[in-house]
């Protein structure tokens, strides 16, 4: 089974549609007492990922820079891998003037659909640097070994 998903053009326009709706305000309006700018600052986001795979594993490099170890979370769940977690927007404060918010920020989730020959039971993370590792080593069992073919 792979980990990478397949492109659908379809959703990437609704995302595209749905973040310019909510950059313009007009998906949902403003609740009582909120800001009505909330929408230009707090976007929905999802980390880039690297998956690569060796003989002996599969990893996944996910880029969170300024998220905190304690605001991520990575499950394993009916042969699927998610990370979750949250970038806290900045506390605006009362001297600074913000011209332009380009980065994301809020929650986020992705999820990844194991392969066949990972095991479960052996997945570990690591974050550094702002980037997390997560490693699915591959079943011994499930490995490929090679016979040798005897000549009579």
Sequence with gaps: MNLINTWNPIREMEALQNH????INLST???????????????????TVDISEDP???LIKAELPEVKRE???VTVENGVLTLKGERLFE????DTKYHRVERSYGT??????????????KVTAEFKDGV??????KSEAKKPRQIEVLVN
């Design 20 to 23: 310019l709706l909510r950059a």
């Design 29 to 47: 309006p403003p609740s009582p007492g909120g800001d009505a700018r909330q929408s230009l600052t707090t976007t929905e986001w999802a980390p």
């Design 56 to 58: 002996n594993q599969y």
């Design 71 to 73: 605001d991520v979370k």
């Design 91 to 94: 506390k605006e404060e009362k």
């Design 108 to 121: 986020f989730m992705r999820s990844f659909t194991m392969p066949d020959d990972a095991d479960a039971d």
């Design 132 to 137: 997390l590792h997560v490693k699915l080593p």
